[in-house]
């Protein structure tokens, strides 16, 4: 079992930056693949970024490339997201998800625990 809590959220102009962290409990936090997605309102749910159990790779929907940047820390259980000139359509609710792989994909089906989200509004 995994739980997962989200924190960084804020309001931030357009432009701006914020950084987002995803604390896990539980043991071999490694063998976890991780993700984050979002949901806007009215909108479905959508992959934004992606990071294997051992850091070395990444993945990234096209929307944010170059903006934004996945990372983790397993020696701290956590994982970020470092989100840069944001847009006001980056608003949404951001969740952390964990599969029981340490490989990753862009299907929120395909991960296991999810966290409750935090919220990220970027005005304009």
């Known amino acids: 079992q995994v739980q997962l809590i989200e924190s960084g959220g804020g309001l931030v102009q357009a432009g701006g930056s914020l950084r987002l962290s995803c604390a896990a409990s539980?043991?071999?936090?490694?063998?976890?693949?991780m993700g984050w997605f979002r949901q806007a309102p009215g909108k479905e749910r959508e992959f934004v970024a992606a990071?294997?159990?051992?850091?070395?790779?990444?993945d990234y929907a096209d929307s944010v490339k170059g903006r934004f940047t996945i990372s983790r820390d397993n020696a701290k259980n956590t994982m970020y997201l470092q989100m840069n000139s944001l847009k006001p359509e980056d608003t949404a609710v951001y969740y952390c998800?964990?599969?029981?792989?340490?490989?990753?994909?862009?299907?929120?089906?395909?991960?296991?625990?999810w966290g409750h989200g935090t919220q990220v509004t970027v005005s304009s």
């Open positions: 998800a964990a599969r029981g792989r340490a490989w990753v994909t862009r299907k929120g089906d395909d991960y296991y625990y």
């Open positions: 539980g043991r071999t936090f490694s063998n976890y693949g």
């Open positions: 990071i294997t159990g051992s850091g070395g790779n990444t």
